[in-house]
C-alpha cells in the first residue's frame, strides 16, 4: 500500500467525515426517511425503494471511506473522491432544479461549493500526483 505521509491530514479528516455522512444517511434513508427528506410531501411507505436505495448509496459512500481510512493507500481516496464529486455535482443539480430544498438555488449552489464540491475537487487535485 502507499505510504500514508502522502496524504494529507485534510484529507483523512474529512474522509472521516464521510464516513460518519455515509453511514448517518444510510441509516436515515433505510429507517427515517421523512427525516433526510421533510421537504417532500409523500407517503414515505409508497416509495420505500427509493429511499432504501438511497440509503444503499450513503452506506456505499461509507464503506469506501472506511476502506480508504484502513488501508491507507491514495488510490482509495482518489476513487472516493470521485465519486463523490460525481455524485455532489449531480445531487446539487437536481435539487437546484426541482426546488427540493427549502432555500433558494443561490443557497444550495453555495453551500455544496464550499462543503462538497471545492474541498472534493482539491482532494482530487491533491491525490492524482500521488497515484
Do not use: C, H
Not at 64 to 70: E, H, N, S, W, Y
Not at 107 to 125: D, G, H, N, R, T
Request: aromatic content about 16%.
Amino acid at each position: 500500500m502507499e505510504n500514508t505521509n502522502q496524504i494529507p491530514k485534510w484529507i483523512k479528516y474529512y474522509t472521516m467525515f464521510f464516513v460518519l455522512l455515509g453511514f448517518g444517511a444510510a441509516a436515515i434513508g433505510y429507517f427515517m426517511p421523512g427525516m433526510m427528506f421533510m421537504n417532500v410531501k409523500i407517503d414515505f411507505s409508497e416509495i420505500t425503494t427509493i429511499t432504501g436505495m438511497f440509503g444503499a448509496r450513503n452506506l456505499s459512500f461509507g464503506v469506501m471511506a472506511l476502506l480508504a481510512l484502513t488501508f491507507k493507500d491514495s488510490k482509495f481516496y482518489f476513487m472516493l473522491f470521485v465519486a463523490r464529486f460525481a455524485t455532489e455535482l449531480q445531487d446539487m443539480v437536481v435539487l437546484t432544479t426541482t426546488n427540493a430544498m427549502p432555500v433558494p438555488a443561490g443557497v444550495v449552489i453555495i453551500s455544496w461549493l464550499i462543503f462538497f464540491l471545492i474541498p472534493e475537487f482539491l482532494a482530487i487535485k491533491k491525490l492524482i500526483i500521488s497515484i
